[in-house]
């Protein structure tokens, strides 16, 4: 099973490790270029294209030799390549990633985001305490596989889509780290990355999420804040909000389930959770990565010259999402950016679970009401 991208393809002599690409920069060639809009499949700096496998591979390894020089790379290497097999459907046991909002581009971003964080960190602090290329490592890898868990396992196909995963998806992916660590050689940081991951999701209260080393609690909130940033700080987040997270929040049960009380609607539709995203951004900002993460975000800037492209972006939506709701101009949200997944049609098909999921809900609420 290969990975598709949505309504692309390749051009003539360009390598798509699975991916159909676009364009692919080469190390000499990825720094900013003067552009009239970011590419919807780069990072926020427009110069790594985190659609694609090798273009962040090479990205993340430059990064960790010039940040850890002299470090082994065999493992990093070996964790970037397993990454790909898993999420195209190329590990044994495994089906590949099916999640339209959660997709190798996202998991991606967050790799690059982590990687960023972590480097800009040692950098401002020659003197300590430092990360470490070891730890540091833990931390790629553990970003790497923070949403393996919505990866469906062959003996799962009676499960529709990952998105089922969507409340317990960080569990399961601890549970893959649990396996993957001692393979890689790492087994002492398997309690460290099992703990860490969690720092990416809600399963487990922020507060309860104790660790005896600082450097390692370091690392879990700056693998939170990669993970926040990546996704609000992408060129598209809108749209994939409205018709991405929508439809994967219905098929775990999220935007529509039933309470003790009966019915719960939490998100009505895509741009009803859109028009509660200004307060969702906000809250995260002020609470998750401010106080919760103690501003980790600031950690990518010593690699910019002070500068924050991402906190850049996630205010240039910010704008353009306020400037939507003021006019209700919500016909200008148009832009349709590819997917990456090993379906052949993933919003198309997403769609159709999303329709059956709602009617089976509604159905059997009226049932219940009658």
């Not at 010593?302 to 919500?330: C, E, F, K």
């Not at 832009?335 to 809900?361: A, D, Q, Y």
Request: aromatic fraction near 8%; proline fraction near 6%.
């Amino acid at each position: 099973m290969t990975l598709r991208k949505y309504a692309t393809s390749a051009p003539a002599g360009r390598r798509s490790w699975g991916v159909k690409s676009v364009d692919i920069p080469s190390a000499e060639d990825r720094r900013r270029v003067p552009r009239p809009y970011r590419r919807s499949d780069f990072d926020v700096t427009d110069t790594v294209q985190v659609s694609q496998p090798v273009a962040v591979r090479e990205a993340v390894l430059e990064l960790y030799s010039d940040t850890w020089p002299g470090a082994p790379q065999d493992g990093l290497v070996a964790a970037l390549k397993d990454f790909e097999r898993l999420f195209t459907g190329q590990m044994p046991g495994y089906l590949g990633v099916d999640t339209v909002y959660h997709d190798l581009q996202h998991s991606q971003d967050v790799v690059l985001a982590m990687t960023r964080l972590m480097a800009g960190y040692e950098r401002a602090h020659p003197d300590g305490p430092r990360i470490g290329a070891e730890r540091a490592l833990m931390g790629i890898i553990t970003a790497l596989f923070h949403d393996a868990g919505y990866i469906r396992e062959t003996s799962e196909t009676a499960v529709t889509n990952g998105a089922v995963f969507t409340r317990n998806h960080v569990t399961r992916s601890a549970k893959y780290l649990s396996k993957y660590l001692p393979e890689a050689g790492m087994s002492d940081w398997v309690p460290i990355a099992t703990r860490l991951v969690h720092f990416t999701g809600y399963e487990v209260p922020l507060d309860l999420l104790r660790v005896d080393d600082p450097r390692d609690r370091l690392v879990g909130q700056l693998l939170g804040t990669a993970d926040m940033l990546a996704q609000m700080a992408d060129r598209c987040y809108l749209e994939k909000c409205r018709d991405r997270l929508y439809a994967e929040f219905v098929l775990g049960g999220v935007a529509v389930h039933t309470g003790a009380d009966g019915l719960k609607v939490l998100y009505g539709s895509g741009l009803d959770l859109l028009r509660q995203t200004p307060q969702f951004i906000a809250a995260t900002i002020e609470k998750r990565l401010g106080k919760s993460f103690e501003h980790g975000y600031r950690h990518v800037e010593p690699l910019y010259g002070g500068d924050n492209p991402y906190m850049n972006a996630i205010r240039q939506n910010v704008d353009y999402l306020s400037s939507l709701t003021r006019g209700s101009r919500w016909p200008m949200l148009r832009r349709n950016p590819p997917v990456f997944t090993v379906e052949p049609n993933p919003m198309g098909g997403v769609r159709t679970l999303l329709i059956e999921h709602l009617k089976e809900v509604w159905g059997a609420a009226e049932t219940s009401a009658g």
